[in-house]
């Protein structure tokens, strides 16, 4: 039978670690990769002996749930996580999901570590919302800052996914993008499922856009520049958010001016300690990571780090900890969470296609 943790007098044989991530869908990868991350980082812990707690020392265990990058499948996930009794829960991607999750996790106890960006994660008055990353304003900011300064652009397309995520974002950036005089000279809304683009192309071409500024999925940005192309629209360039910042648009980079993304996941071969985690990471998994893998490795170190500091597997006292202290983050060299929960040390960076390969163009937590 298995045992909860609260209320439970002995330090248990093993930890729980619970990640929520999309499992399947079009986000399966950028999910799989978080999984894969945090499964590195406890199988090491384990083979090295495992996380001290008092004089006894525990194995950790990964559960994981697949939230299909939904909100309703979220809240399952959560209510499955729970009822595994995990500690903490690495959950979730899309901000709509972590959002519709939160109170589940905040009702059990549980500290929730997001990547997901939507400041209103952060603002829903629950003590256990803890972001990994930047949020979306410091990255609305660059994305309208950067896509605002690109020379020969003057007329702007702002396109969102109409998800909480996308919508935001998009409608930030845009104020950004016109606060320095730029007109945006098409703003739309789309399904965040769509792939047909007749209508935004057939906009794009008409008011001679300069660059779309765009919160779309990398399967429909990768389509948009097909249907784009064929309409002769080689000219413009692309600005994304990060969910942009993957391998698919590799075959249609040539097709268009220039194609550049966001992100607030900073690679990990951008951190000095980022050879390593790289290296362990291509033997495991024999390909290179697609996303947040470092910073859900990181996120379990942390965890690792404060439970043996505080002597206990207590979630109160592990979510007090995570607070107020710089824990061990291998990767990244730190992930401090303020007392509202967001990422204290988290920075945007730009990124641009280039020959196949993401290159970093800078990066800055201050836009």
Known sequence: ?????????????????????????????????????????????????????????????????????????????????????????????????????????????????????????????LPTTLRLVANDNLQARAMGEYAAQLGRAERFAVVDDSTPYGKGLAD??????????????????????????????????????DVVVTTLSDFQVEALIQQMNKAGLSRIRILGGDTIKTDRLQKVA????????????????EFANGAKFLASFRERYKGEPVYGAHYAYDAVHLVADALTRNGSVDKAQLLERLKTFDGSAPVTGSLRFGPDGEQRYGAIAVYELRAGQWSPLMRSDHW
């Open 1 to 125: 039978m298995a045992i909860g943790l609260t209320g439970c007098d002995r330090t248990p044989d093993t930890v729980k670690i619970g990640v929520g991530q999309p499992l399947s869908g079009n986000l399966k990868a950028l999910g799989q990769d978080m999984l894969n991350g945090a499964q590195m980082a406890a199988d090491e812990i384990n083979a090295a002996g495992g996380v001290r707690v008092g004089g006894k020392r525990v194995r950790l265990e990964v559960v994981s749930q697949d939230d299909k990058a939904d909100a309703k499948a979220g809240e399952a996930a959560a209510h499955a996580l729970v009822e595994a009794h995990v500690i903490v829960a690495l959950a979730h991607l899309n901000s709509g999901v972590s959002i519709a999750a939160a109170p589940v996790y905040a009702q059990a106890g549980i500290p929730q570590f997001a990547i997901s960006t939507k400041p209103a994660y952060t603002q829903l008055n």
């Open 172 to 209: 930030d950036a845009g104020a950004a993008i016109a606060a320095r005089g730029k007109k945006i000279a098409v703003r739309q809304s789309l399904d965040d499922k769509t792939a047909e683009f007749a209508a935004l192309v057939a906009e794009l071409a008409k008011t001679n856009t």
């Open 254 to 269: 040539g097709l268009v001016q220039a194609i550049y993304a966001t992100s607030p996941i900073i690679e990990a071969r």
